[in-house]
């Protein structure tokens, strides 16, 4: 049987309300960036690792239902105030097309 080579990085997003949420980037939120990404003809996450990382984020948080009905408008616009992924090896990023050197990295 083979390992897994999926990334799945802790998302952390310091929010406009002084919380800080975590929560893992599974299979269910990459999806969810292909098909949004690709029906609103956004750029890549290579072009954008930005938009990529906060959308990340942002599917994860409602995913695991720490965000319930915000929307990706509010949360992008709004809502959060610092993005990051931690736990993402330089690999598993080149692997997925956002070269490492452009995913910010927040304050602790």
Same mark, same amino acid.
């Given at each position: 049987?083979?390992?897994?080579r999926l990334? @799945? #990085?802790t998302a952390?997003?310091?929010? =406009?309300d002084g919380r800080?949420? +975590?929560a893992?980037?599974l299979?269910p939120?990459?999806? $969810?960036?292909d098909?949004t990404? =690709?029906?609103? !003809?956004?750029?890549?996450?290579t072009?954008?690792?930005?938009l990529?990382?906060?959308f990340?984020t942002?599917?994860?948080?409602?995913?695991? !239902?720490q965000?319930d !009905? %915000? @929307?990706?408008?509010v949360? =992008?616009?709004?809502l959060a +105030?610092q993005v +990051?992924?931690?736990g $993402?090896? @330089? =690999?598993?990023? +080149?692997a997925n !097309?956002?070269? #490492? @050197?452009?995913?910010? %990295?927040g #304050?602790?």
């Amino acid at each position: 049987m083979s390992d897994f080579r999926l990334p @799945t #990085p802790t998302a952390r997003a310091r929010l =406009s309300d002084g919380r800080v949420l +975590e929560a893992r980037v599974l299979n269910p939120d990459y999806l $969810m960036w292909d098909r949004t990404a =690709s029906r609103q !003809g956004w750029p890549t996450a290579t072009q954008a690792p930005f938009l990529w990382q906060t959308f990340l984020t942002w599917a994860a948080l409602r995913r695991t !239902g720490q965000i319930d !009905g %915000v @929307t990706w408008e509010v949360f =992008s616009d709004k809502l959060a +105030e610092q993005v +990051e992924l931690e736990g $993402m090896g @330089t =690999s598993e990023v +080149e692997a997925n !097309g956002v070269d #490492p @050197t452009l995913v910010p %990295v927040g #304050p602790g």
